[in-house]
């Protein structure tokens, strides 16, 4: 498995934005973001493959961007237009299957940064 670092995240007020990365060890052909908040189940950000496909979570569509740099194996996720709501432990994940990725057991996780959107 690849060993995957974040950055990125913070505080900051609602409607502003923040830009998350994940650096991975090694090249892998699918990579995303997850949430998750207190109580609740992890929720399914953002996913984008080494094709350059790529697909959101409905409360993504209108308002994040997910990208990656293959030379860097790096996945990025720009937020704008932050809510309150948007508040949780990002958290990249990495697989070369999809029934890797959507799985919570399998895959590469990130450590998980904290975004906090102040209202």
């Known amino acids: 498995q690849v060993q995957l670092v974040e950055s990125g995240g913070g505080l900051v007020q609602a409607g502003g934005s923040l830009e998350l990365s994940c650096t991975a060890s090694?090249?892998?052909?699918?990579m995303g973001w997850y949430r998750q908040t207190p109580g609740k189940e992890r929720e399914w950000v953002a996913t984008?493959?080494?094709?350059?496909?790529?697909d959101y979570g409905d409360f993504a569509k209108d308002r994040f961007t997910i990208s990656r740099d293959n030379v860097k194996n790096t996945v990025y996720l720009q937020m704008n237009k932050l809510k309150p709501e948007d508040t949780a432990v990002y958290y990249c994940?990495?697989?070369?299957?999809?029934?890797?990725?959507?799985?919570?057991?399998?895959?590469?996780w990130g450590q998980g940064t904290q975004v906090t959107v102040s209202s």
């Open positions: 984008i493959v080494s094709d350059g496909s790529l």
């Open positions: 994940k990495a697989a070369e299957l999809w029934s890797t990725f959507v799985s919570s057991e399998l895959g590469s």
């Open positions: 090694a090249p892998v052909k699918i």
